[in-house]
Each structure stands twice: as C-alpha cells, then as structure tokens.
C-alpha cells in the first residue's frame, strides 16, 4: 500500500498547536521546528501556560476520549526535548492543567524508528488527535513529513482501540491486555524455536517450512550408467556386497560367470 496523501486538508488547524522547545535536537531534523516553520506549530516561551492538553513525561493520567472537548476548545502543546536529556528540561515552569501521558504507541520517524514509547513532536501532536478522534488533524499534521504516513499505519489497530475507549483508566486497561498479547506471543514464538533446537528428528521446522531436498537420506546410492547413459542394474550377492560387471570396448555388460566380486570394503572375493 503506497503513501496515502491528504492534499485536500488545510495546514491550519483549527485548534492551536504549540510547543516550548528546549534547543536539544538538530535543527535539520527536528520535527517541531519544522512544524513551526510550516506555521502550524507556535512556540511557547519558559513559564507560558498553556490552557489546551500538554503531552508531558510528568502527566499522571493517559489522554483518551474524554479530552476531545479540551483539544478543541484550547489546543494541544508538546515539549520539544531530547529523550537523553529529559532530566534538564524545567517541568516546574511548563505545567499546565491538563497534562497527559500517550500511552503504548510505536514510533516512525528515522532516529527512534520501531521504538515503543520514542515518539517525536509531530507523532506524539497525532498520537493525540487521533486518540481523541480527531483524525483530520492528525493526518494533517503527518503529512508534513515523508515518513508520517507510516506512523499511522504502524499504530493504526492501536489508535481505533484506544479511540474507542471512555477514560484514562481504560486506555490504560487496552494498552495492558495489548502489551500483555505481544509478550505471550512472542513467548510462545521463542518456546517454539528452543523445542525445535533441542529435538533431532524433526518433522518440520518451528515456521511451518515444508523439508528440503537436502534433508533427504545422504545414504542413498548413486546410480550406475554405461557409456551411452542406460542405467545399469547393481547385482549383488547373498552376503549383499556389490557384484562388479565387466564391459567390453563398447560399454556392453560382458554376460559370464567370472564376474569379480568384491565386498564392502572393495576386497576381491574369490570364489
């Protein structure tokens, strides 16, 4: 499935959007400088209150459903800082009343890319448009940047279930019961692997693969051809060993009662 583009959307949104942004990231790659570039995304200052929803790492509640009303009416703001350095960034000076947690979500963008939790300014500005069912924005604000489409996608089932929640308390019970479904996952997945390393005779591999021709017995016995390729029986005698036929010039079995027999071990047997 190709980038789905969302040209019809306005790169206002219709709620402000901001962020207090702490100089920690390259300028070049910064996803909230380049939304304040783009005018979507205003800057706040050390000490300017924000009355909208604030996705802050000191949150103690998860954003869900129930703050749709609050994003409208006043917006959305994020802290532009670096993972690494999160302990410098002054929270005292940048509370506001409403500020939330994101909960289990998977990152997109290039530097934390697969990472749970890593989120960049626009994903984590997204995160809460479409958990809030505010779609429209949400895209919007991805489609700012070439890989933002794959941040939806990524986290699509986990946007509608979380979308579908009431409260915190239940975005927190749908982002537990999803964690715990990955871990006995891939449990079972790793139980699966170690049983087939410790089993030898195996009828198939843990990924359901169909055995390969090399899997076939390495005892089987090459088959003799004269000069013209016509198959030539291998006769044996009644202790098994392999009976030899001589050939005359032409390749043809000389039909005789002196036929060399040898046994296993290549040894003429005399008889």
Same mark, same amino acid.
């Given at each position: 499935?190709?980038?789905?583009?969302?040209?019809?959307?306005?790169?206002?949104?219709?709620?402000?959007?901001?962020?207090?942004?702490?100089?920690? @990231?390259?300028?070049?790659? @910064?996803?909230?400088?380049?939304?304040?570039?783009?005018?979507?995304?205003?800057?706040?200052?050390? =000490?300017?209150?924000?009355?909208?929803?604030?996705? &802050?790492?000191?949150?103690?509640?998860?954003? &869900?459903?129930?703050?749709?009303?609050?994003?409208?009416? /006043?917006?959305?703001?994020?802290?532009?800082? &670096?993972?690494?350095?999160?302990?410098?960034?002054?929270?005292?000076?940048?509370?506001?009343?409403?500020?939330?947690?994101?909960?289990?979500?998977?990152?997109?963008?290039?530097? /934390?890319?697969?990472?749970?939790?890593?989120?960049?300014?626009?994903?984590?500005?997204?995160?809460?448009?479409?958990? $809030?069912?505010?779609?429209?924005?949400?895209?919007?604000?991805?489609?700012? %940047? =070439?890989?933002?489409?794959? %941040?939806?996608?990524?986290?699509?089932?986990? %946007?509608?279930?979380?979308?579908? @929640?009431?409260? &915190?308390?239940?975005?927190?019970?749908?982002?537990?019961?999803?964690?715990?479904?990955?871990?006995?996952?891939?449990?079972?997945?790793?139980?699966?692997?170690?049983?087939?390393?410790?089993?030898?005779?195996?009828?198939?591999?843990?990924?359901?693969?169909?055995?390969?021709?090399?899997?076939?017995?390495?005892?089987?016995?090459?088959?003799?051809?004269?000069?013209?390729?016509?198959?030539?029986?291998?006769?044996?005698?009644?202790? =098994?060993?392999?009976?030899?036929?001589? $050939?005359?010039?032409?390749? /043809? $079995?000389?039909?005789?009662?002196?036929?060399?027999? $040898?046994?296993?071990? =290549?040894?003429?047997?005399?008889?």
């Amino acid at each position: 499935m190709g980038k789905k583009k969302y040209e019809d959307e306005p790169k206002e949104i219709p709620f402000p959007v901001a962020m207090w942004d702490f100089e920690h @990231c390259d300028p070049k790659r @910064c996803s909230g400088k380049k939304l304040v570039r783009c005018g979507v995304v205003a800057n706040l200052k050390v =000490g300017q209150r924000f009355k909208g929803i604030v996705m &802050s790492p000191k949150g103690e509640f998860s954003v &869900s459903p129930a703050d749709r009303d609050i994003v409208i009416q /006043n917006g959305i703001a994020v802290v532009d800082c &670096s993972w690494a350095r999160i302990d410098e960034v002054p929270f005292a000076k940048i509370r506001s009343p409403h500020e939330r947690l994101l909960p289990y979500l998977v990152a997109a963008n290039p530097v /934390n890319y697969g990472k749970p939790y890593k989120l960049n300014c626009v994903e984590a500005l997204a995160a809460c448009c479409f958990i $809030t069912g505010l779609d429209d924005a949400g895209h919007a604000l991805l489609s700012q %940047f =070439g890989w933002g489409h794959a %941040f939806y996608e990524i986290n699509s089932e986990l %946007f509608k279930l979380y979308s579908e @929640c009431t409260d &915190s308390a239940s975005v927190v019970k749908v982002q537990n019961q999803y964690i715990a479904e990955i871990e006995e996952e891939y449990a079972r997945k790793k139980e699966k692997v170690e049983d087939y390393g410790r089993n030898t005779n195996h009828d198939d591999d843990p990924y359901g693969l169909p055995p390969s021709d090399s899997e076939e017995s390495e005892y089987e016995e090459e088959v003799e051809t004269d000069r013209f390729g016509n198959v030539i029986e291998v006769k044996r005698d009644k202790l =098994g060993n392999i009976i030899k036929q001589e $050939t005359d010039a032409f390749g /043809n $079995t000389i039909e005789n009662d002196t036929a060399v027999v $040898t046994d296993k071990l =290549g040894n003429i047997i005399l008889q």
